[in-house]
């Protein structure tokens, strides 16, 4: 994915932990992971952010319109505290 691929490691890391609640990936990389990583299309507003079920390790995309959105929307949650959970992080 191309989004994924231009940021940063820290952005990458907070992108895991939102999708998968799971700091570090495994040594084995997603195959390592207790179950397998999924993206999955939301029925939702173009307008709203990504979603995530992190027990099910998913991560949830409404299906933007182009690319700079997806870009807008992926790189919203990397910033500031949104990927950290419940503010307990």
């Keep these: 994915m191309q989004v994924v691929e231009g940021m940063t490691m820290e952005q990458r890391r907070k992108l ?3 999708s998968t609640s799971v700091t570090h990936l495994p040594a084995e990389g997603f195959s390592g992971l207790s179950s397998k990583f999924h993206i999955h299309r939301a029925y939702t507003d173009l307008s709203w952010l990504p979603t995530a079920h992190t027990c099910f390790y998913q991560l949830v995309l409404p299906p933007y ?3 700079e959105v997806m870009h807008a929307r992926l790189h919203a949650i990397t910033e500031g ?3 950290e959970g419940f503010g307990f992080a």
Excluded: K, R, S
Aim: hydrophobic content about 65%; aromatic content about 34%.
């Design 65 to 67: 319109p182009c690319f």
């Design 16 to 18: 895991l932990f939102f």
């Design 81 to 83: 505290h949104i990927a």
